[in-house]
Every structure is written in structure tokens, then in C-alpha cells.
């Protein structure tokens, strides 16, 4: 909520949207990768405008992977907001 009210100031389209979940889980690497760290994925499931989206970021970091997870999501609300402004 904290951060709804921050970011609605800038963003209200942020308004309409209902977060619905947010999971982090383990997740293995493909070959390319020469690590052995542990991979974490991050998936947000929210609806905006009616329409159920789901954002899913992977990294090493489980606060990155929720990071880049969240600002793909608040990228899609802020391009839906301005595609229904143009229609």
C-alpha cells in the first residue's frame, strides 16, 4: 500500500491494479551457465483492467529477480494506461 500511494502520485494508473500473488521458488540454470549459485525466480501475478498479467523475472538474487519482476509489471500498467488514453 506504501507503495501504491508513492507511486500513484507519478503513476495513478497503479490504482487499478489488484495484486493477486507474488512467488519466488528455485529454479536450475540452463548449461550456458558456469555457476553454482542457486537461480531464484520470481513470478507477480496481478489483473489490470480486468485482464489477468503475470510477470516472471530469473536471476541469482531473489531480491533482484522481485525486483525486475515488480518494474515489468508496473511498465506493463503504465503502457496499458496509455494505450487506453490513445484509443
Known amino acids: ?5 508513492v507511486l500513484s ?12 500473488g507474488y512467488k519466488i521458488e528455485a ?14 525466480e520470481a513470478k507477480i501475478t496481478t489483473t489490470i483492467n480486468g485482464i489477468e498479467v503475470t510477470s516472471i523475472a530469473r536471476g541469482t538474487s ?10 515489468d509489471l ?5 503502457l496499458e494506461n496509455e494505450r487506453n488514453k490513445a484509443a
Open 62 to 71: 531473489q531480491q533482484r529477480a522481485g525486483e525486475h519482476a515488480f518494474d
Open 74 to 78: 508496473l511498465n506493463c500498467c503504465i
Open 9 to 20: 502520485e507519478k503513476h495513478p494508473e497503479v490504482n487499478g491494479v489488484e495484486f493477486d
Open 1 to 5: 500500500n506504501a507503495l501504491r500511494q
Open 27 to 40: 529454479t536450475g540454470f540452463s548449461k550456458r551457465m558456469h555457476s553454482t549459485a542457486a537461480g531464484v
